[in-house]
């Protein structure tokens, strides 16, 4: 045990049975066991690549219901992404969990996909920016925290490599959040093209220097180590999504999907990556991708916000989210149609108005000739001998 003097020096007191810090481990375990955690998971990706299921398979509870197919072909009609926000409160040997997942259904899904990760990038944005106005209140009791701390990318398995769509919204993304690329439906692909794909990913994310969550390798026990080795080795994660349980040619009852050439397993680390994925979200790194998230993430967006605005001062809004942006288009068209049907009307108007004028200043100048030619015609007879014109003299 050791104690600092005045001039800074450390010296060492010596106790038999010491005085209690080492039971400071044992509190902070009943105060985090009884205040619990927040935690946000994003799933981003087309439609069709087992958003829906992995969660579902994840967390073993239909969470989010699956669309049927009217519901997936009025939504395509829509052309916006959404962002519905499921929540669930898990709870594990007292240890209580208030779970957040985002779904961005809609995303990818149209023929123009220009801007698509705008409305995910403004959520992440959103969220960093809700929880900093109650940082900066005055009482900070019961603070809601939906900051994301995850972000699962899911990646069609085309067998090539990422399209320009997923370049950009990686890139976009990764900037913001703990980005975790995922290979969605990998048993449509062999082993061999498995690990092609996987390495024609990475090469693009490296190329392309897309920020993606690197989870801590060392650790004090050489066990923690290998595993955490093992778990980066498997980026990007290529994961089978199924919550029906089939039985395999032994016997055996497990999650997976039933084949002619046999059983895709869930939970097979030889056939997927499922259990290391989610062994680095909930098992072993989860509490890393909660401190990640606020010690690098929210503290970059709040370092930039305090820099740019004053203390209290609203964050300005973003007028180019594309959905607003196609209203105002529609508006404007709208109003420029008004305007020229207006301005038709004005014109007829104004040339009714000019054909009046002119026919009336042609009727009044035949009315003028008139008058000119009878006075000419009284002048005449006014300036001749006649009786009429003595007449007239009078």
Not at 85 to 109: C, Q, R, S, Y
Not at 115 to 144: A, M
Not at 212 to 232: A, F, G, L, M, W
Not at 323 to 351: C, I, S
């Amino acid at each position: 045990m050791s104690a600092s003097d005045t001039n800074g020096s450390t010296k060492s007191l010596a106790s038999n049975g010491g005085i209690g810090i080492a039971n400071l481990p044992n509190q902070l375990h009943k105060i985090v066991t009884k205040k619990g955690t927040d935690f946000t998971l994003m799933v981003v990706g087309e439609s069709g690549t087992g958003k829906t299921t992995f969660i579902n398979t994840l967390l073993t509870t239909e969470l989010i219901e699956p669309l049927d197919d009217a519901s997936r072909r009025k939504k395509q009609l829509d052309k916006t992404v959404d962002i519905n926000i499921h929540k669930a409160e898990l709870e594990e040997k007292m240890f209580n969990v208030k779970l957040n997942v985002v779904d961005t259904p809609g995303f990818g899904d149209y023929v123009d996909n220009n801007d698509c990760w705008l409305p995910v990038v403004d959520f992440i944005e959103n969220q960093y920016e809700q929880y900093l106005r109650q940082e900066q209140q005055p009482v900070r009791k019961g603070v809601v925290d939906m900051r994301v701390h995850a972000c699962l990318y899911f990646i069609r398995p085309n067998g090539h490599t990422l399209k320009p769509l997923d370049v950009r919204a990686m890139k976009a993304i990764g900037a913001r959040v703990n980005l975790i690329p995922i290979i969605a439906k990998a048993d449509t692909l062999s082993p061999a093209a498995l690990r092609q794909f996987k390495k024609r990913v990475m090469d693009v994310i490296d190329a392309q220097s897309i920020r993606i969550y690197q989870p801590p390798v060392e650790s004090d026990d050489e066990h923690s180590t290998r595993r955490n080795k093992d778990i980066i080795s498997a980026v990007p994660f290529a994961i089978i999504g199924s919550d029906r349980e089939v039985k395999t040619e032994d016997g055996r009852h497990v999650k997976g999907r039933l084949y002619p050439w046999g059983v895709a397993e869930v939970e097979n680390d030889e056939h997927c990556d499922f259990k290391k994925l989610r062994s680095l979200l909930i098992r072993t790194h989860m509490l890393d991708l909660i401190s990640t998230t606020e010690e690098v993430h929210y503290d970059k967006y709040r370092t930039t916000q305090m820099k740019s605005r004053k203390f209290g001062e609203p964050k300005l809004k973003k007028p180019d989210n594309k959905k607003f942006r196609e209203e105002e288009e529609a508006l404007r068209a709208r109003f420029t149609e008004k305007v020229k049907l207006e301005e038709n009307r004005f014109r007829q108007w104004e040339q009714r108005l000019i054909a009046e004028r002119d026919r009336l200043n042609k009727d009044l100048e035949q009315e003028h000739n008139l008058v000119k030619q009878l006075e000419s015609e009284i002048e005449a007879i006014a300036n001749s001998g006649s009786p009429n014109g003595k007449f007239f003299r009078k």
